[in-house]
């Protein structure tokens, strides 16, 4: 599914051709399991020791390093928020992932980025509205930051790829109809 320069797609982030990766990390920035872990694999051990010289992340931001042996050119890890029960900013510090990410993206002159389904693994955040979250937070961006070219969601499964096309649908498709 493509709508102008969002795209969702089901498959694994270490793989895809873009300038740059979200990496879905814990503020520690040493790597962990899931998606965090799969991207360390694929970029080999230089990462590794480039994020020990970061000094960590706090939940809601973004830090950059080199791809390594990714196809990417870089990686943006960003720290999502472990979900409670919604009433702990899980929202903002989830739209804030998006949002700090794409910053750094701009800053370092990336055009194509590819996002992993934040917070939605071992985090806990609910699909469906981390998924409208995430669309949502992009869309807003790209209405203000032209220079990004495209934008990916990279959902894992057939349900986080659903709940992504869904939001997709309800937030731009949905609104830009006359
Ligand atoms: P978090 O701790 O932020 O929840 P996880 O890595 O546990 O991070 O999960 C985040 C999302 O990334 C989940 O939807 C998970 O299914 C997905 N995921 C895991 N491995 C990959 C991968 N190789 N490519 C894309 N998404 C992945």
Redesign the pocket.
């Known amino acids: 599914m493509k709508t102008s320069k969002i795209a969702v797609i089901e498959?694994?982030?270490?793989q895809q051709q873009v300038e740059a990766v979200v990496n879905?990390?814990?503020s520690s920035l040493l790597g962990?399991?899931?998606?965090?872990?799969?991207?360390h694999r694929a970029a080999g051990s230089g990462l590794l020791e480039e994020c020990q010289g970061l000094k960590g992340c706090q939940t809601g931001d973004a830090k950059i390093t080199k791809g390594y042996n990714l196809p990417a050119n870089w990686v943006i890890h960003t720290?999502?928020p472990?979900w409670k029960d919604g009433t702990h900013h899980e929202d903002e510090l989830l739209a804030s992932c998006y949002r700090r990410s794409l910053e750094l993206a701009e800053e370092y002159n990336i055009r194509s980025i590819a996002f992993?389904?934040?917070?939605?693994?071992?985090?806990?955040?609910p699909?469906e509205r981390a998924a409208r979250i995430a669309v949502k937070t992009v869309q807003e961006f790209l209405a203000s930051h032209p220079a990004i070219e495209q934008v990916i969601f990279?959902?894992?499964?057939s349900h986080?790829y659903n709940c992504h096309r869904a939001a997709v649908e309800e937030i731009i498709v949905s609104r830009s109809k006359p």
């Open positions: 498959g694994d982030i270490t879905a990390a814990n962990g399991g899931g998606v965090d872990g799969a991207i720290v999502g472990v992993p389904a934040i917070s939605t693994g071992v985090y806990g955040f699909a990279v959902c894992f499964s986080s």
